[in-house]
């Protein structure tokens, strides 16, 4: 009898790690998303300034842009309204107000990886954002580019009722 209900026992943990839908209640998790300060989403004018770089030519040494950081559910997305780009981004880990994220693009024979890690502090922040471009041909790597920035950001826009009213 115990061999039976043993070899039961068996079968049901099997089958049950079998399907995705039991498996991610064992492996229930808060996502990182929700760790996320609510100060982060908004519009930001950013500024950077090149501290790094394997390719002057190619990379600016300063630039300034519109970030605005948006969520829906657990996705969160950075869009460029001055250049149009939109890219979800990951959030790689939380610490109190300093936020790493990472944002891929990629094409057929391209992949860039952009990894910002911000410190906020109320209507600004700081960090670095550094960026890695690699080039393949035939499936094969050719070259890699890579750049560091200090980054400044000033917020424009997104501050909640809260924020404003202390609600």
């Not at 839908?21 to 519009?43: H, K, W, Y």
């Not at 990379?59 to 300034?64: E, H, L």
């Not at 990629?106 to 700081?126: A, H, K, M, R, Y």
């Amino acid at each position: 009898m115990k061999k039976i209900f043993y070899s039961l026992l068996i079968a049901v943990c099997i089958f049950i790690l079998q399907y995705p839908c039991f498996s991610q209640v064992i492996e229930g998790n808060i996502a990182m998303t929700d760790r996320v300060p609510s100060e982060l989403f908004g519009s930001w004018k950013v500024v950077s300034v090149c501290t790094k770089t394997t390719n002057k030519e190619f990379f600016g040494s300063k630039s300034v842009d519109i970030w605005t950081l948006t969520r829906t559910g657990d996705l969160i997305s950075l869009k460029n309204p001055l250049s149009g780009a939109r890219a979800d981004i990951t959030v790689n880990d939380v610490n109190g107000k300093t936020i790493k994220f990472e944002k891929k693009s990629l094409f057929p024979d391209e992949e860039s990886v952009e990894t910002p890690i911000l410190t906020l502090q109320g209507d600004n922040f700081t960090g670095v954002d550094k960026i890695s471009i690699k080039t393949y041909k035939d499936g094969k790597l050719i070259k890699e580019d890579y750049v560091e920035y200090q980054v400044k950001g000033t917020r424009m826009s997104g501050i909640g009722l809260s924020g404003i009213f202390g609600i």
